[in-house]
Protein backbone atom coordinates (compact mmCIF):
# COMPACT_ATOMS: atom_id res chain seq x y z
CA UNK A 1 0.00 0.00 0.00
CA UNK A 2 1.35 3.36 -1.13
CA UNK A 3 1.86 6.07 1.73
CA UNK A 4 -0.67 8.38 0.48
CA UNK A 5 -3.08 5.79 0.29
CA UNK A 6 -2.43 4.46 3.62
CA UNK A 7 -2.46 7.58 5.05
CA UNK A 8 -5.92 8.52 3.63
CA UNK A 9 -7.04 5.64 5.42
CA UNK A 10 -6.46 6.67 8.50
CA UNK A 11 -8.08 10.14 7.86
CA UNK A 12 -11.14 8.01 6.97
CA UNK A 13 -11.38 5.78 9.63
CA UNK A 14 -10.18 8.88 12.34
CA UNK A 15 -12.95 10.59 10.70
CA UNK A 16 -15.17 7.87 12.15
CA UNK A 17 -15.04 8.75 15.43
CA UNK A 18 -15.79 11.82 15.27
CA UNK A 19 -18.90 11.13 12.86
CA UNK A 20 -20.22 8.99 15.29
CA UNK A 21 -23.47 8.97 17.44
CA UNK A 22 -23.35 9.97 21.17
CA UNK A 23 -22.42 6.70 23.51
CA UNK A 24 -25.33 5.87 25.84
CA UNK A 25 -22.79 7.51 28.89
CA UNK A 26 -22.80 10.41 27.54
CA UNK A 27 -27.27 10.67 26.31
CA UNK A 28 -27.90 9.88 30.12
CA UNK A 29 -25.06 12.53 31.58
CA UNK A 30 -26.76 15.22 28.80
CA UNK A 31 -30.91 14.26 30.13
CA UNK A 32 -30.14 14.07 33.61
CA UNK A 33 -27.79 17.38 33.36
CA UNK A 34 -25.01 15.65 35.46
CA UNK A 35 -22.44 12.73 34.74
CA UNK A 36 -23.48 9.93 34.93
CA UNK A 37 -19.34 8.25 34.38
CA UNK A 38 -16.08 9.58 34.89
CA UNK A 39 -15.20 9.71 31.43
CA UNK A 40 -17.95 12.11 30.33
CA UNK A 41 -17.98 16.13 31.78
CA UNK A 42 -20.95 18.04 31.85
CA UNK A 43 -20.53 21.85 32.03
CA UNK A 44 -23.93 23.76 33.00
CA UNK A 45 -24.48 27.20 31.31
CA UNK A 46 -26.55 29.37 33.28
CA UNK A 47 -28.77 30.84 31.05
CA UNK A 48 -29.30 34.94 32.79
CA UNK A 49 -29.88 37.06 30.13
CA UNK A 50 -31.95 35.62 27.72
CA UNK A 51 -33.96 37.50 24.35
CA UNK A 52 -35.69 37.51 21.63
CA UNK A 53 -35.16 38.87 17.86
CA UNK A 54 -37.69 38.74 15.47
CA UNK A 55 -36.15 37.85 11.47
CA UNK A 56 -33.43 36.52 13.26
CA UNK A 57 -32.17 34.32 10.29
CA UNK A 58 -33.97 32.19 6.95
CA UNK A 59 -37.24 33.01 8.58
CA UNK A 60 -36.73 31.91 11.72
CA UNK A 61 -37.17 34.28 14.86
CA UNK A 62 -35.34 33.50 17.81
CA UNK A 63 -37.99 33.03 20.46
CA UNK A 64 -35.11 32.47 23.45
CA UNK A 65 -30.96 33.69 22.59
CA UNK A 66 -28.28 34.07 25.10
CA UNK A 67 -24.90 34.79 24.87
CA UNK A 68 -22.41 32.23 25.80
CA UNK A 69 -18.84 32.70 25.33
CA UNK A 70 -19.22 35.71 23.04
CA UNK A 71 -21.53 33.38 20.51
CA UNK A 72 -25.54 33.33 20.06
CA UNK A 73 -27.06 30.32 21.48
CA UNK A 74 -30.87 29.21 21.95
CA UNK A 75 -33.85 28.41 20.26
CA UNK A 76 -35.60 29.59 17.14
CA UNK A 77 -39.32 29.09 15.43
CA UNK A 78 -40.04 29.10 11.96
CA UNK A 79 -43.43 28.99 10.46
CA UNK A 80 -43.13 24.94 9.96
CA UNK A 81 -39.65 24.09 11.62
CA UNK A 82 -37.77 24.91 15.22
CA UNK A 83 -34.10 25.23 15.19
CA UNK A 84 -31.22 25.14 17.79
CA UNK A 85 -28.79 28.28 17.37
CA UNK A 86 -25.21 27.37 17.76
CA UNK A 87 -22.85 30.11 17.05
CA UNK A 88 -25.44 32.14 15.00
CA UNK A 89 -26.09 29.03 12.93
CA UNK A 90 -29.16 27.18 12.68
CA UNK A 91 -29.80 23.62 13.58
CA UNK A 92 -33.58 22.70 12.31
CA UNK A 93 -34.81 20.27 14.73
CA UNK A 94 -36.59 18.56 11.91
CA UNK A 95 -32.95 17.04 10.32
CA UNK A 96 -31.98 16.10 13.75
CA UNK A 97 -30.94 12.29 13.57
CA UNK A 98 -32.41 9.86 16.25
CA UNK A 99 -30.34 7.80 18.20
CA UNK A 100 -31.37 4.71 19.86
CA UNK A 101 -34.70 3.37 20.37
CA UNK A 102 -37.05 6.69 20.74
CA UNK A 103 -40.55 5.05 20.74
CA UNK A 104 -41.10 6.40 17.35
CA UNK A 105 -40.65 9.85 17.99
CA UNK A 106 -38.04 11.49 15.36
CA UNK A 107 -38.07 14.95 16.71
CA UNK A 108 -39.87 17.26 19.22
CA UNK A 109 -40.51 20.95 19.98
CA UNK A 110 -39.71 22.22 23.52
CA UNK A 111 -40.12 25.23 25.73
CA UNK A 112 -36.86 26.65 25.65
CA UNK A 113 -37.44 28.67 29.56
CA UNK A 114 -37.78 25.28 30.87
CA UNK A 115 -35.15 23.06 29.38
CA UNK A 116 -31.48 22.50 30.76
CA UNK A 117 -28.60 24.22 28.63
CA UNK A 118 -25.07 22.48 29.39
CA UNK A 119 -22.07 21.10 27.73
CA UNK A 120 -21.09 17.19 27.85
CA UNK A 121 -17.96 15.91 26.96
CA UNK A 122 -16.48 12.28 26.07
CA UNK A 123 -12.91 12.45 25.13
CA UNK A 124 -12.36 14.41 22.04
CA UNK A 125 -16.20 15.11 21.85
CA UNK A 126 -18.30 18.02 23.18
CA UNK A 127 -21.88 18.79 22.44
CA UNK A 128 -24.10 21.35 23.14
CA UNK A 129 -26.70 19.67 25.25
CA UNK A 130 -30.22 20.88 25.52
CA UNK A 131 -32.54 18.41 27.98
CA UNK A 132 -36.09 19.09 28.57
CA UNK A 133 -39.43 16.88 30.51
CA UNK A 134 -41.87 17.87 27.79
CA UNK A 135 -43.27 20.84 29.00
CA UNK A 136 -43.93 19.05 32.47
CA UNK A 137 -45.34 16.62 31.56
CA UNK A 138 -42.87 15.03 33.65
CA UNK A 139 -43.32 16.21 36.49
CA UNK A 140 -45.80 13.58 37.80
CA UNK A 141 -47.49 10.55 36.78
CA UNK A 142 -45.72 7.28 34.53
CA UNK A 143 -44.29 9.94 32.26
CA UNK A 144 -42.25 11.48 34.85
CA UNK A 145 -38.89 9.68 34.22
CA UNK A 146 -39.01 10.53 30.35
CA UNK A 147 -37.02 13.43 29.28
CA UNK A 148 -35.98 14.39 25.75
CA UNK A 149 -33.22 16.00 24.42
CA UNK A 150 -30.55 17.70 21.49
CA UNK A 151 -27.23 16.94 21.64
CA UNK A 152 -25.42 19.19 18.63
CA UNK A 153 -21.47 17.65 18.12
CA UNK A 154 -19.76 21.25 18.34
CA UNK A 155 -17.30 19.85 15.41
CA UNK A 156 -18.97 17.88 13.13
CA UNK A 157 -22.14 19.37 13.62
CA UNK A 158 -24.55 16.91 13.54
CA UNK A 159 -27.67 17.40 15.45
CA UNK A 160 -29.30 14.21 17.37
CA UNK A 161 -32.49 13.44 19.06
CA UNK A 162 -32.47 11.26 22.10
CA UNK A 163 -35.76 10.57 24.37
CA UNK A 164 -35.18 8.12 27.17
CA UNK A 165 -36.58 6.92 30.70
CA UNK A 166 -34.11 8.45 33.45
CA UNK A 167 -35.41 6.56 36.18
Not at 26 to 41: D, G, N, R
Not at 66 to 91: C, H, M, N, T
Amino acid sequence: MKKSSFAVMIMFISSIGWAASPCENLIKSCLLAQSVTPSVTIRNIDVEEVSQEDDYADGFNASFIFKYDGADVGYAEGKSDQALIYSGKLYRLSKSIPVGNNKGIKYSAFNPTLAQWSFAKDGRQQYLCVSFNFDGLGQSGSFQGVHGGYLLNSKTKNLYFVMRDIR
